[in-house]
T-cell receptor, first 112, second 113 residues
Framework: DAGITQSPRYKITETGRQVTLMCHQT?????MFWYRQDLGHGLRLIYY???????DKGEVPDGYVVSRSKTENFPLTLESATRSQTSVYFC???????????FGDGTRLSIL | DQQVKQNSPSLSVQEGRISILNCDYT??????FLWYKKYPAEGPTFLIS?????DKNEDGRFTVFLNKSAKHLSLHIVPSQPGDSAVYFC????????????FGQGTTLQVKP
C-alpha cells in the first residue's frame, strides 16, 4: 500500500547502544523529515532531507545521524543512546517544500 | 525560544458548538501556516493550511484565520463533533525551499456529546 511506514513501532534499549529507526515512503516524495515529540515541546525537527544524498540539521540534531541513499528511505540512527532521547519519533515526507507533510505513525523509543 | 506557541494546553466544548484553537508566532519570516490533528498512537494528519497572502481559508467545517499584524492564527471548527477530539498542532514555515516546519506545543480538544 502507498504511504509512509516507520519501523519498529516500539523499541526499548539501553544507554550507550546504537539504534536505528527506519522510515520508508512509497510516494517518491523528495522531502523527508524526522521529528521527535516530547511533552511541552510539540514536535521538534531533528533532520531533514530535500533529496537523495542531501541532508541537513533541524532544531535538535545532536546525538543523531541520518542518511538518504535512496529517495524512499530515510533512516535515523542514535549512535550512543542516552535517556534524554527517550521520545516518540515521527517521520514525514512531502512532494515539494511548500506542500503539507504526511506523517508516519511513529516509533516509541524508550532508553533505560 | 518558542517561535510558535499554543498557550492553551486543553479545550473542552459541547458537541454542535464552535471550537476555537489559537496559535501565536514570533517570527515575521513565517509565510505558510498549517494545522494538524493527532489521535493517540497515530501520526499527525494534515488538516488545513493558509498562506500569508490570505487571511482566511475554509474547508468544510474547518476555517483558519490569520492575523499577520498580531502574529496570530486560529482554527475554527463548526459544528464540533465528538470525532474531533484530538490534539491539534499549529505549524509554520519560512519562505525558503527547505520545507522545515516549526510546531506549537499542541492543544488537546475534547468534544463532549
Amino acid at each position: 500500500d502507498a504511504g509512509i511506514t516507520q519501523s519498529p513501532r516500539y523499541k526499548i534499549t539501553e544507554t550507550g547502544r546504537q539504534v536505528t529507526l527506519m522510515c520508508h515512503q512509497t510516494w517518491s516524495h523528495s522531502y523527508m523529515f524526522w521529528y521527535r515529540q516530547d511533552l511541552g515541546h510539540g514536535l521538534r525537527l531533528i533532520y531533514y532531507s530535500a533529496a537523495a544524498d542531501i541532508t541537513d540539521k533541524g532544531e535538535v540534531p545532536d546525538g543523531y545521524v541520518v542518511s538518504r541513499s535512496k529517495t524512499e528511505n530515510f533512516p535515523l540512527t542514535l549512535e550512543s543512546a542516552t535517556r534524554s532521547q527517550t521520545s516518540v519519533y515521527f517521520c514525514a515526507s512531502s512532494g515539494q517544500f511548500n506542500q503539507p507533510q504526511h506523517f508516519g505513525d511513529g516509533t516509541r523509543l524508550s532508553i533505560l | 525560544d518558542q517561535q510558535v506557541k499554543q498557550n492553551s494546553p486543553s479545550l473542552s466544548v459541547q458537541e454542535g458548538r464552535i471550537s476555537i484553537l489559537n496559535c501565536d508566532y514570533t517570527n515575521s519570516m513565517f509565510d505558510y501556516f498549517l494545522w494538524y490533528k493527532k489521535y493517540p498512537a497515530e501520526g499527525p494528519t494534515f488538516l488545513i493550511s493558509i498562506s500569508s497572502i490570505k487571511d482566511k481559508n475554509e474547508d468544510g467545517r474547518f476555517t483558519v484565520f490569520l492575523n499577520k499584524s498580531a502574529k496570530h492564527l486560529s482554527l475554527h471548527i463548526v459544528p464540533s463533533q465528538p470525532g474531533d477530539s484530538a490534539v491539534y498542532f499549529c505549524a509554520a514555515s519560512e519562505a525558503s525551499n527547505t520545507g522545515k516546519l516549526i510546531f506549537g506545543q499542541g492543544t488537546t480538544l475534547q468534544v463532549k456529546p
